[in-house]
């Protein structure tokens, strides 16, 4: 049965000489993979690689087989269409990061709408922004909200925030913990109200140190997760 969804695209690999699987972030099915058949063959389609672009905001119509992981993509319609997310350097590199790390973490196939509005909404925001250099890390943070594993704020200043447990404290709870300026540079955004041109990560060390320590975080309280390779590629392109 054709089936029709918004779906957000994470990456496509390579499948048998002329098909590819993509990886896609849909409104009404969560996480989904698609084989497009005949898209890296000479002949004429209705779907070119060039319309893959990670993070790009589609509408898309596909065969939803539920007995198949698989579903065949029939279809797709651009329907957000970016004016600077794949012509920017930096911001190339950004979205790269960003769909990786999604597709890393979205990895369960069960439907949230909110969560796809607000992928959505702050792409669109970005896209439309000149002030990104805080984006990827304030997106992240923000996500964990919609995963259910956001750090708990408080008012009172403390020496460290304990990974394992996701709580700020002076004294140390497990041996997972980070202190130092990264512990108030967390405690500064998560006290505001969120807004992506907040400027409190003001240097690179500052943006390193904080992506480094999220990745930390994701890895002990998301299932699966290991550290994007895009990291490193991230963190030099801002150095």
Same mark, same amino acid.
């Given at each position: 049965?054709?089936? /029709?969804?918004?779906?957000?695209?994470?990456?496509?690999?390579?499948?048998?000489?002329t098909s590819?699987?993509?990886?896609?972030?849909? =409104?009404?099915?969560?996480?989904? &993979?698609?084989?497009?058949?005949?898209i890296r &063959?000479?002949?004429?389609?209705?779907?070119?690689?060039?319309?893959?672009?990670?993070?790009?905001?589609?509408?898309?119509?596909?065969?939803?087989?539920? /007995?198949?992981?698989?579903?065949?993509?029939? /279809?797709?319609?651009?329907?957000?269409?970016?004016?600077?997310?794949?012509?920017?350097?930096?911001?190339? /590199?950004?979205?790269?990061?960003?769909?990786?790390?999604?597709?890393?973490?979205?990895?369960?196939?069960?439907?949230?709408?909110?969560?796809?509005?607000?992928?959505?909404? &702050?792409?669109?925001?970005?896209?439309?922004?000149?002030?990104? %250099?805080?984006?990827?890390?304030?997106?992240?943070?923000?996500?964990?909200?919609?995963?259910?594993?956001?750090?708990?704020? %408080?008012?009172?200043?403390?020496?460290?925030?304990?990974?394992?447990?996701?709580?700020?404290?002076?004294?140390?709870? &497990?041996?997972?913990?980070?202190?130092?300026?990264?512990?108030?540079?967390?405690?500064?955004?998560?006290?505001?109200?969120?807004?992506?041109?907040?400027?409190?990560?003001?240097?690179?060390?500052?943006?390193?140190?904080?992506?480094?320590?999220?990745?930390?975080?994701?890895?002990?309280?998301?299932?699966?997760?290991?550290?994007? =390779?895009?990291?490193?590629?991230?963190?030099?392109?801002? %150095?």
């Amino acid at each position: 049965m054709l089936t /029709n969804s918004e779906a957000i695209i994470l990456g496509y690999i390579n499948y048998s000489e002329t098909s590819v699987i993509l990886k896609a972030y849909t =409104k009404d099915f969560g996480f989904k &993979s698609f084989i497009i058949k005949g898209i890296r &063959s000479k002949k004429k389609k209705k779907i070119t690689l060039g319309q893959l672009q990670a993070l790009t905001i589609l509408d898309i119509e596909f065969n939803n087989s539920r /007995n198949n992981s698989l579903s065949y993509l029939k /279809n797709i319609k651009i329907i957000e269409p970016f004016s600077t997310v794949n012509n920017e350097i930096i911001k190339i /590199n950004i979205s790269l990061f960003l769909a990786e790390f999604l597709s890393k973490t979205l990895k369960v196939d069960l439907k949230n709408k909110p969560l796809f509005e607000f992928i959505k909404q &702050s792409l669109l925001w970005f896209d439309n922004s000149d002030k990104i %250099s805080n984006f990827h890390l304030l997106f992240v943070i923000k996500l964990s909200y919609y995963l259910g594993i956001m750090p708990k704020h %408080s008012e009172n200043d403390y020496l460290y925030f304990d990974i394992e447990n996701g709580v700020f404290t002076n004294t140390p709870i &497990s041996k997972n913990y980070v202190e130092g300026r990264v512990v108030k540079d967390l405690q500064n955004i998560l006290g505001i109200k969120f807004d992506y041109n907040n400027n409190i990560l003001t240097n690179i060390n500052q943006r390193k140190d904080m992506l480094n320590f999220l990745i930390l975080y994701y890895e002990f309280h998301v299932p699966g997760f290991k550290r994007p =390779k895009s990291v490193d590629i991230l963190n030099e392109i801002f %150095s």
